[in-house]
């Protein structure tokens, strides 16, 4: 089930700190959304650094949280600022598409952020745990974060130069990896509608928590690299440091299906 599915629920309860994660996601986006525009597109430019201005606001008041009343209000600030972000970011995809504007972000960019602030909104619209389906939101969730994961990896690839040549070779390994985990996704959230987790998604469940791991080692090394100025790549040491934090992220939303999930023979068989 993909994001923009009206059914899709994110697995989970809410937290203040998932809500605190996804204020700094959408702070970094409208940074790199600035950073991409040219100096011609002022208008454009200055859209992104009011919302990054919006998002800060909301991450100095989310500093101040001291019980749930205060975290929903919070929250009722940010729905409006979210729906403005992701009416943005398709606004600046259609633009890129038709060639009306020059962004140093591909078309696949604007749409992959927009599909994380719509993911967001529908974070902050989940009233609670208690869903009848729980294992449509766990594969759905598996869905959603492999395909961003997978397309971290391109849009690195992208931004690497030529002469890393075994960078490259790894982080297409690794791509490939993550894709065939997607599809499995797609067709667990199929085979699960309206049916329980079975063994076999426990045992998938502990390959994405493989695979996401030895990414997220990767990350990490490619972020230190850059910040050091040890690799060839125009990646931004913000953006290889963001991509990072997602994956970490998602290994949390990992941990939270696996408590829920009934281990496969395979893992008892490990233990």
């Not at 940010?78 to 890129?96: C, D, E, T």
């Not at 020059?102 to 994380?116: G, T």
């Not at 719509?118 to 492999?146: H, S």
């Not at 490939?176 to 667990?188: N, P």
Request: net charge negative; aromatic share 10%.
């Amino acid at each position: 089930m993909d994001v923009f599915c009206k059914e899709f629920t994110p697995f989970g309860q809410l937290s203040l700190h998932e809500v605190c994660f996804w204020l700094h996601i959408m702070r970094d986006h409208a940074l790199f959304i600035k950073m991409a525009l040219d100096c011609d597109n002022q208008e454009l430019r200055q859209e992104a650094d009011t919302i990054y201005q919006a998002f800060a606001d909301l991450e100095n008041s989310a500093q101040e949280i001291g019980c749930d009343d205060d975290l929903m209000v919070l929250i009722e600030r940010a729905i409006p600022v979210v729906k403005r972000f992701f009416a943005f970011k398709r606004h600046l995809l259609h633009l890129v598409m038709e060639c009306r504007i020059h962004s140093h972000n591909p078309a696949a960019f604007y749409d992959h952020v927009s599909r994380e602030a719509l993911y967001f909104l529908k974070v902050m619209q989940r009233i609670d745990d208690c869903r009848k389906n729980p294992a449509e939101a766990m594969t759905g969730e598996m869905v959603f974060w492999t395909k961003i994961l997978f397309e971290h990896i391109m849009f690195f690839l992208n931004m690497l130069d030529l002469s890393e040549r075994q960078t490259a070779a790894k982080a297409v390994e690794m791509s490939k990896q993550m894709e065939e985990l997607h599809f499995a996704a797609h067709d667990y959230n199929h085979m699960l509608w309206r049916f329980h987790p079975a063994s076999s998604f426990s045992r998938y469940t502990g390959e994405v928590a493989a695979a996401t791991e030895e990414l997220r080692d990767f990350k990490a090394a490619v972020s230190a690299l850059i910040s050091e100025c040890c690799l060839n790549s125009t990646m931004p040491p913000e953006m290889a440091e963001h991509v990072l934090h997602e994956a970490e992220h998602f290994l949390h939303v990992i941990e939270l299906i696996a408590g829920q999930l009934v281990p496969s023979p395979a893992a008892k068989c490990e233990d």
